[in-house]
DNA sequence: GTTAGCACTCGGCTCGCTTGAGTGCTAAAA
DNA sequence: TTTTAGCACTCAAGCGAGCCGAGTGCTAAC
């Protein structure tokens, strides 16, 4: 019972055929046939039987015919179910591994600099477009502030979040300001501000700071408003693209539309963000066509694999590409580069003593 | 003389046919023929003689046939006459200044938010792909340290460059320090290492702070090497690409071979980033096909204005679109965007005393 | 339930035809 | 010498007929 479940009610022959279909349709892009089907497959039946399952699975939603006197291809359906019970374990070649390690070694830097590195990576190795994204966090703190003192017109002010990110902005006071009043607004800031949330910086705790600043209180009134976009900024999320150029070589996007419609999407990032910030945290997450709402998305395949540390999710890597994507490579790939990142982030020293920064996050 | 060598020994008749031609082509991308010019222009003479000036045209290289039987297109060289000396000076509507002042004004940040939003609005503007630059500076220094110490384990390290871009790093080392320690280490790297160039810091520099640091004379060899790794961060220079979809409007992109070459660019960053070095400081530049060294433009043309502040460049915005791009709008546009810019960049002191002005934040 | 056979469908390709825009050339006019 | 009118020529693009072949659905027999 509970394999008929999983099953879908598919026999063995129709999982069998559907896979064949599958597998063949991603790598050729035209519709299968049943003879085709007839000599990659030992299945013991003649090409009618085949052609009758057919039929039935098309019957039954996981196939189409794209025009009465074609073969058949695979419908979202046909994919979801491929990618939830068919899909066979892909092993990555050496090569693969050795990419991965060689390249991302080397690339130590920010989170941001590993995240870009690995979109690049999941391109080149699955050509498909790679996607980086540091996801919106909404409950975002800052945790400390510093200040840095140019001149008597300009200083800059530091913010480390709680998520380890660093943000700066240079302040231009109207008034001068000396050395000791602007060290003097870090230590108040990290007194007052640091650790709260935007909505719990309440007005006694401005005027309470701007008691503390005396002469130089008017300094509050711009800082709080600088801080506040800061804290905007982080809400807002990063996405960037790499290997736009390769959805070219699928002949799904020489339709002008279908392209025309991804690239908007990649341009707009929104929807993308929030298809990841929808998504499962801890598996690679598989988006087919419209199962997402974003309508944009009607021809391509979203894949993304979170990168978690202490529970939150610090950014995902993925891939997007057309619905007929090589999903076991996909997947193989995006494990194989998630879990070097998440080393490369969990190993707060490093056998040198050198740096070993781990970029946006906090210990 | 000086007329006839501005004008490349073209009568006025011949040029007033050759911008006729470039401004239809512009406009509808079709071959131009003699036909439409006598009925568009006012030339007293017959579709005969404007035929024999076409082929004069042609002949001295401004224009080309795509076949016998076709009207003409200009050739680069066509294009870069145009540019040169046949352009009529565009006036932007009031709508489109409008939407300028507004978005900029609304925008106001760092540098690097100032320039992207600009590009963006490039894009919109002119319906071409808009780009934002930083370019590569190569003799950047740091003017200025800061650390912050968050724990036994784990400081960051602050640096601020003479352009006024804000890099952190964070440090892990391995044996425990104290917060005196982290202090100290900004100190001696503002003594010692602000203000120096890359190779301006030589061992006997680098013995003087392992000493002053005393008992943690052994962070400065791991900081250093961050240090090393920041330089040439900076020296990379950076680029964000905007409404790439709108490049696919145009019919010359539907030859897949163009597109994916000049998506390749935009992917690649570097040819872009040294034509953009290589340009002039100054004016508006505009590349038009093979002109540049670049082979992948070949069917395309950029125009970039510099952002240049205090004698520096520090910036750059530009347009990035076929061949027969509307230049006298993109020109006009990108002077309108940069002198916004510029005012934004040099007004030191705003009225609310708030923010402005150049950074790059790391996180 | 499976198979063999057959008629049918329909996209894609080729071929030839027509159309029409646009040219170059020549010979006459200015 | 320059301009013009006229004419023959060229060639891409669009259209339709026709063929091909892969692949189907259906039916009748196993």
Same mark, same amino acid.
């Given at each position: 019972?509970?394999?008929?479940?999983?099953?879908?009610?598919?026999?063995?022959?129709?999982?069998? *055929?559907?896979?064949?279909?599958? /597998? =063949?349709?991603?790598?050729?892009?035209?519709?299968?046939?049943?003879?085709?089907?007839?000599?990659?497959?030992?299945?013991?039946?003649?090409?009618? @039987?085949?052609?009758?399952?057919?039929?039935?699975?098309?019957?039954?939603?996981?196939?189409?015919?794209?025009?009465?006197?074609?073969?058949?291809?695979?419908?979202?359906?046909?994919?979801? &179910?491929?990618?939830?019970?068919?899909?066979?374990?892909?092993?990555? @070649?050496?090569?693969?591994?050795?990419?991965?390690?060689?390249?991302?070694?080397?690339?130590?830097?920010?989170? /941001?600099? *590993?995240?870009?590195?690995?979109?690049?990576?999941?391109?080149?190795?699955?050509?498909?477009?790679?996607?980086?994204?540091?996801?919106?966090?909404?409950?975002?703190?800052?945790?400390? &502030?510093?200040?840095?003192?140019?001149?008597?017109?300009?200083? $800059?002010?530091?913010?480390?979040?709680?998520?380890?990110?660093?943000?700066?902005?240079?302040?231009?006071?109207?008034?001068?300001?000396?050395?000791?009043?602007? =060290?003097? +607004?870090?230590?108040?800031?990290?007194?007052?501000?640091?650790?709260?949330? =935007?909505?719990? $910086?309440? +007005?006694?705790?401005?005027?309470?700071?701007?008691?503390?600043?005396?002469?130089?209180?008017?300094?509050?009134?711009?800082?709080?408003?600088?801080?506040?976009?800061?804290?905007?900024?982080?809400?807002?999320?990063?996405?960037?693209?790499?290997?736009?150029?390769?959805?070219?070589?699928?002949?799904?996007?020489?339709?002008?539309?279908?392209?025309?419609?991804?690239?908007?999407?990649?341009?707009?990032?929104?929807?993308?963000?929030?298809?990841?910030?929808?998504?499962?945290?801890?598996?690679? %997450?598989?988006?087919?066509?419209?199962?997402?709402?974003?309508?944009?998305?009607?021809?391509?395949?979203?894949? &993304?694999?979170?990168?978690?540390?202490?529970?939150?999710?610090?950014?995902?890597?993925?891939?997007?590409?057309?619905?007929?994507?090589?999903?076991?490579?996909?997947?193989?790939?995006?494990?194989?580069?998630?879990?070097?990142?998440? /080393?490369?982030?969990?190993? %707060?020293?490093?056998?040198?003593?050198?740096?070993? /920064? =781990?970029?946006?996050?906090?210990?």
């Amino acid at each position: 019972m509970e394999v008929e479940l999983e099953n879908r009610g598919l026999s063995k022959r129709k999982r069998q *055929i559907l896979k064949a279909i599958v /597998d =063949a349709h991603i790598q050729d892009g035209g519709p299968v046939g049943s003879k085709y089907i007839l000599q990659s497959q030992q299945l013991g039946c003649s090409a009618a @039987t085949i052609r009758n399952e057919m039929a039935e699975l098309e019957e039954m939603g996981y196939l189409e015919q794209p025009h009465a006197s074609a073969g058949r291809i695979p419908s979202e359906l046909g994919y979801r &179910f491929y990618v939830d019970s068919l899909i066979e374990h892909y092993v990555m @070649t050496t090569n693969e591994i050795a990419q991965i390690n060689h390249l991302l070694r080397s690339k130590m830097g920010e989170l /941001d600099q *590993i995240l870009t590195a690995a979109s690049n990576l999941a391109s080149n190795l699955t050509n498909y477009t790679g996607i980086a994204i540091k996801p919106r966090v909404s409950a975002v703190s800052i945790s400390k &502030f510093e200040t840095i003192y140019l001149d008597p017109n300009h200083y $800059i002010l530091i913010a480390v979040t709680s998520t380890g990110a660093v943000k700066s902005k240079h302040l231009h006071p109207i008034t001068p300001v000396s050395q000791d009043a602007v =060290a003097l +607004l870090a230590d108040v800031l990290n007194d007052c501000v640091s650790t709260r949330l =935007a909505d719990q $910086i309440t +007005l006694p705790i401005i005027m309470e700071m701007e008691s503390r600043m005396g002469v130089d209180s008017g300094l509050v009134g711009s800082v709080m408003k600088e801080i506040y976009n800061l804290l905007a900024e982080l809400d807002e999320g990063e996405m960037k693209v790499s290997g736009i150029n390769r959805l070219l070589q699928y002949p799904e996007y020489s339709n002008v539309e279908h392209l025309q419609d991804l690239l908007g999407t990649l341009e707009n990032k929104e929807d993308i963000l929030n298809l990841v910030a929808q998504g499962s945290n801890e598996d690679v %997450n598989v988006v087919i066509g419209s199962e997402s709402r974003v309508k944009v998305m009607n021809n391509s395949a979203l894949v &993304f694999k979170p990168i978690v540390k202490d529970g939150h999710t610090v950014g995902a890597i993925g891939v997007i590409g057309p619905l007929r994507m090589d999903y076991a490579k996909v997947l193989a790939t995006l494990e194989g580069l998630s879990g070097n990142i998440s /080393d490369m982030i969990h190993t %707060n020293k490093q056998l040198n003593g050198g740096t070993r /920064d =781990a970029g946006n996050e906090k210990d």
